[in-house]
């Protein structure tokens, strides 16, 4: 048995009497889902509102050379009308979404069922009147802002294809994403206050545009007031034509596996890669585990600190508690503006009840000290979640003591962009959890453990690289325009499997703890970035001739970037040089890709066939030069000393 010793807290009695799932329910349900998905998902993809039922649950195959993922597939249904049009009858005037401004002097706003409705409505026949036709494509680059979720649920009642772009993507960024769905227009925002300043987003709209064709248009919201500048005919007012547009939109029918989304992710080479996920199988988990894992009841009010930039927002700040009849709520400012008390005064505000954040805030705030906590009623909440990073102990504890009390459970969710919800994670009322550990598979979830080298499954207590062995309806369904691609970097590995990118460890009492990523995936404060696009925009510079970036460990954000920079002949390195570089690359990229540490770097270690030795690059980073292992296969050995002589040479 697990027990408070072996540092496991069980839920409370009162946690267990109020949740969806007990230990028992969580048994028989995991055994059933795993043992005759057929039955098990028949039955909870039936809870979704059809508008012609399936009759073919699952139909998956993931051998290399033939993936092909369809779920629930002769289905027909639209998702907005699951997140809205179906909660009407009972919920019209219940809260849908909670909008808490960046600016605390300004006003919250409530948006109703019936308010939400009708904003999707006139935002969808907007976007009809833009030409917008099902399939189509349209990129969303928007603030934390009600009509970032109108907008989302508009491309969903027509039948479009959404891709959201986090607002703190640089215009090239942008640009790359636009070009590479061929989007039909991009709806953007004047600008975006966060934490007191505001970014240019219609600027940084106007700059990508230039490198896109020019008969992609810009939807504008006109949020702050701000003066833009305006390209007549290209441009086009938002909220102006939503006043004038008819208030309802008939939902399109839709295919259970027609595209609802695509979301650019890092993956370990090249560009980001665009993550597809579908229509039914994907809302269908996302309200599952949404409802199951943060065990949400009628009348609670959750608050997820994504941002809808990235998957977390996707499914649980609008789908997954949307198509719950859920109350979500957006908050568009920082944790730590106007002061390091600001989370916790929007939950003794909004009498929050679930809170959803990332270890790097927590960590960040508990810097700040527990007093910020400590001015807030914090009573209200029922129940806390952790997403992006594995969560240290002491985040966790400090997490646990000062914001939960001691009284509620912590979700620590284990995910990915490609999942589409959660796969690995307690659930409230059924699993014991350990500061650090995901805990336990989600329904229908078959973990696999496998031998990094040979790839032969692990039993009982293992270490090595995590597998997922079978379909699960929220999985991703292919990478945007490039089905090979997505069985190269998913399917190729580990034969027979998805492969998450991950280590882990299971332990006795069969838990699993997430060690990381073990390819070329660095996550910095939660946020994935592929190090190949650092490298690629720091050898974009005229003064570099090559770059190598690794993962180095960070206090706050779990892990930092180092970037080893080899100049050109002639160029001299100094400190003005090292600043136009990070400056550099966070205009390439975006501020979450400024690197940490830059070293001049005269030569790489390489192998004789030319390929970087990262690892050797990721001991010195750490200041790990007595590991460095054999270094006897690199063309020049000598490179080592010098870094390791020059590793003071940093900034
Ligand atoms: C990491 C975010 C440990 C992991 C939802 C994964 C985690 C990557 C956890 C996906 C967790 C996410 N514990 N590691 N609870 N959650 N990760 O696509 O390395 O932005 O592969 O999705 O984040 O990041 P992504």
């Known amino acids: ?274 993550v597809v996920h579908s229509t039914a199988g994907y809302l269908l988990y996302a309200a599952m585990t949404h409802r199951l894992v943060f065990d949400y009841h009628e009348g609670d009010v959750y608050w997820c600190t994504a941002d809808v930039g990235w998957v977390t927002g996707h499914s649980y700040i609008v789908y997954g508690p949307l198509a719950n009849g859920g109350t979500t709520l957006m908050f568009e400012g920082t944790p730590n503006f106007p002061d390091a008390g600001r989370f916790w005064e929007v939950v003794a505000k909004h009498r929050v009840t679930q809170f959803y954040t990332a270890p790097t805030a927590i960590r960040a705030l508990m810097g700040q000290g527990e007093e910020w906590p400590a001015r807030h009623d914090l009573s209200s909440l029922r129940i806390l979640g952790s997403v992006g990073e594995p969560i240290n102990p002491e985040a966790w504890n400090w997490f646990d003591r000062h914001v939960g009390h001691g009284r509620c459970p912590i979700v620590d969710t284990f995910w990915q962009t490609e999942t589409g919800g959660h796969m690995i994670t307690p659930l409230p009322g059924a699993i014991p959890t350990k500061p650090g550990s995901a805990t336990k598979p989600f329904f229908g979830v078959r973990p696999a453990v496998l031998d990094p080298t040979t790839g032969a499954e692990l039993t009982g207590e293992a270490e090595g690289v995590l597998a997922i062995a079978d379909s699960w309806p929220g999985q991703m369904r292919t990478l945007w325009g490039d089905h090979e691609r997505f069985e190269e970097a998913y399917f190729s590995q580990y034969p ?39 490298e690629s925009a720091l050898v974009a510079h005229r003064d570099v001739a090559e770059a190598a970036v690794v993962g180095v460990p960070h206090d706050i954000k779990g892990q930092g970037i180092y970037a080893y920079v080899t100049l050109m002949n002639g160029v001299e390195p100094g400190e003005d040089l090292r600043a136009d570089l990070v400056k550099w690359v966070r205009a390439e990229i975006g501020p979450i890709a400024t690197p940490d540490f830059l070293q001049w770097a005269p030569g790489l270690p390489k192998t004789r066939s030319g390929k970087i030795m990262r690892r050797i690059l990721r001991k010195i980073a750490e200041d790990d030069f007595g590991s460095l292992g054999d270094t006897s296969t690199l063309a020049d050995p000598a490179v080592v000393d010098d870094l390791i002589a020059n590793r003071q040479n940093r900034g």
């Open 1 to 274: 048995m697990l027990d408070q010793a072996r540092g496991c807290r069980a839920p409370a009695a009162d946690v267990v009497a109020h949740a969806h799932v007990n230990a028992a329910d969580y048994d028989r349900m995991y055994a059933e889902s795993i043992a005759d998905p057929d039955a098990f998902w028949g039955r909870e993809g039936r809870t979704l509102d059809w508008v012609t039922p399936f009759s073919r649950v699952k139909n998956t195959d993931m051998t290399l050379g033939q993936v092909s993922i369809r779920w629930f597939e002769d289905g027909v249904l639209n998702a907005s009308v699951n997140c809205i049009d179906r909660h009407l009858p009972t919920r019209a005037d219940q809260t849908a979404i909670i909008w808490e401004p960046d600016d605390p002097a300004d006003p919250a706003q409530h948006i109703t069922y019936a308010q939400l409705s009708e904003n999707v409505n006139r935002f969808a026949n907007v976007l009809l009147s833009q030409g917008v036709m099902r399939g189509d494509r349209v990129v969303i680059y928007l603030p934390m802002i009600p009509e970032a979720a109108y907008a989302m649920l508009a491309c969903a009642r027509i039948g479009a294809i959404h891709s959201v772009v986090f607002a703190g993507f640089s215009p090239d960024s942008l640009a790359n994403r636009i070009n590479d769905c061929q989007a039909k227009l991009v709806i953007t925002a004047d600008t975006a206050p966060r934490g007191g300043r505001r970014t240019p987003l219609k600027s940084n709209a106007d700059a990508a545009l230039l490198r896109c064709s020019e008969k992609v248009r810009c939807l504008v919201v006109k949020h702050t007031g701000d003066q833009i500048s305006w390209i007549e005919g290209r441009d086009v007012d938002v909220k102006a034509l939503m006043r004038t547009a008819a208030p309802d939109c008939p939902p399109r029918p839709m295919g259970a596996e027609d595209p609802l989304f695509i979301l650019y992710t890092s993956g370990s080479t090249g560009r980001p890669k665009g």
């Open 496 to 534: 027979g499997t998805y492969f998450t990118g991950d280590g882990c460890r299971r332990d006795a009492d069969g838990y699993y703890w997430i060690t990381g990523r073990v390819d070329d995936v660095l996550n910095i404060s939660g946020h994935r970035m592929g190090t190949a696009e650092i």
